[in-house]
């Protein structure tokens, strides 16, 4: 019997990572993207990439991008309030929580470990408007398209740089809830990824002011990490947004990734939720491509996803405030999470591998 023919829309790190998983699971895996090669290479997000996320690319044989830094602990604290968390990766016996990984450079890395294989890779292309009936699955990885409904603008863009300091605590990243938006500081190398959530107006005059001036901002804004910055890197903006596919899948196609949701980028969920989708729809089909096992993936996948988004969208709508009550709650909450290990391990889970 020939191997089933999958089609997959996106080669993107998540539609890559399905053809991986797909082809693992025996499928005969053509990916298209509509832009050419190496155009997304140079994607200057650098990503949180959890515990679990880094197992799933190891089962699927990828090594991380050897930029990859290790987080060994994550501080949650929040402006203009008490209470602090620490989570830390030796409590949880690992080596680390997460990886940062330069976007570009892991899409690059899954795109010659699909090349590797002998994976038919069709660039400056798009999915066949027909696709012919022997066709056994259509997977779509386009990203954020036009398909997903906007269920909350947040009113907040993240503006995105790497930034280097002689002194800022190497494997450590800081998630700084403010009143605007959080703060987001990741390590790499010798410096941090700044992932700064801010109204769509500071976040003009951040991309457009001069470096020192940004740098003066910047060294504000972190004076709870005792960080002073150096130099910073290219600025590049994000609106953020929760959007969600809202249409049923059709018969034979499924979406995923962020063709079937897109986050605000809080706790960094994003693109750890879509390398899950990709894994397991593997994971799903290796018996065969059939409804009955795509409706047992869809179900999965559902409750994973409603999880984060309300996970995501919790967390933005409880701390982005300045309430003064909200604030001592969520001052208390932090403190309990600092001192109750188990509410302290089940967030860590959380964090390392979805919703489970
Ligand atoms: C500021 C910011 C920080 C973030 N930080 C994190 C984080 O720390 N952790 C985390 O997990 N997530 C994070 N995310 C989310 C993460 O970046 C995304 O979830 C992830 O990149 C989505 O990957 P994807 O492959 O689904 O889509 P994309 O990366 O958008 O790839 C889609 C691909 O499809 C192609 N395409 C588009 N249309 C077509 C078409 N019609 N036909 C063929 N091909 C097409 C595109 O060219 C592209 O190559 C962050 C997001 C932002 C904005």
């Not at 795109?111 to 009936?133: I, N, V, W, Y």
Request: glycine letters at 10%; proline letters at 4%.
């Amino acid at each position: 019997m020939s191997a089933p023919r999958v089609l997959i829309a996106g080669a993107g790190p998540v539609g890559l990572t399905a053809g991986l998983a797909l082809r693992g699971a025996g499928c005969a895996v053509e990916i298209f993207d509509s832009r050419c090669e190496g155009e997304g290479d140079g994607d200057p997000r650098a990503i949180a990439l959890a515990h679990g996320s880094a197992l799933i690319l190891d089962r699927l044989d990828v090594a991380l991008p050897e930029s990859a830094a290790p987080i060994q602990r994550i501080e949650i604290s929040q402006q203009h309030g008490f209470g602090r968390a620490g989570i830390d990766a030796a409590a949880h016996q690992l080596g680390a929580l997460g990886h940062v990984v330069r976007l570009g450079e892991l899409t690059r890395v899954l795109r010659h470990k699909c090349q590797a294989t002998g994976m038919l890779l069709r660039f400056g292309a798009r999915l066949p408007d027909e696709p012919e009936d022997e066709v056994a699955l259509v997977v779509h990885a386009e990203g954020s398209t036009g398909d997903c409904v906007v269920v909350r603008d947040y009113g907040q863009t993240a503006v995105v740089t790497e930034a280097r300091s002689d002194r800022a605590p190497a494997h450590t990243a800081f998630e700084r809830f403010t009143p605007a938006g959080p703060l987001a500081l990741l390590p790499m190398g010798t410096g941090h990824s700044v992932v700064w959530c801010v109204k769509p107006e500071r976040a003009d005059e951040l991309c457009t002011c001069s470096e020192a001036a940004f740098i003066a901002a910047l060294d504000t804004a972190t004076r709870f990490a005792g960080i002073t910055w150096r130099s910073i890197g290219t600025r590049t903006a994000y609106a953020l947004k929760l959007s969600r596919r809202t249409q049923s899948d059709a018969d034979r196609q499924v979406w995923i990734g962020n063709a079937a949701q897109t986050l605000h980028p809080v706790a960094g969920q994003g693109l750890n939720l879509g390398l899950r989708d990709a894994y397991e729809l593997g994971a799903a089909l290796a018996d065969g491509v059939n409804e009955a096992q795509l409706s047992r993936w869809r179900a999965r996948r559902r409750k994973d996803r409603d999880a984060i988004v309300r996970l995501t969208d919790g967390y933005v709508s409880l701390f982005s405030n300045d309430l003064g009550l909200l604030r001592i709650g969520r001052g208390l909450g932090l403190t309990m999470l600092d001192t109750l290990p188990p509410l302290k391990g089940l967030v860590a889970r959380h964090m390392m591998f979805g919703a489970r």
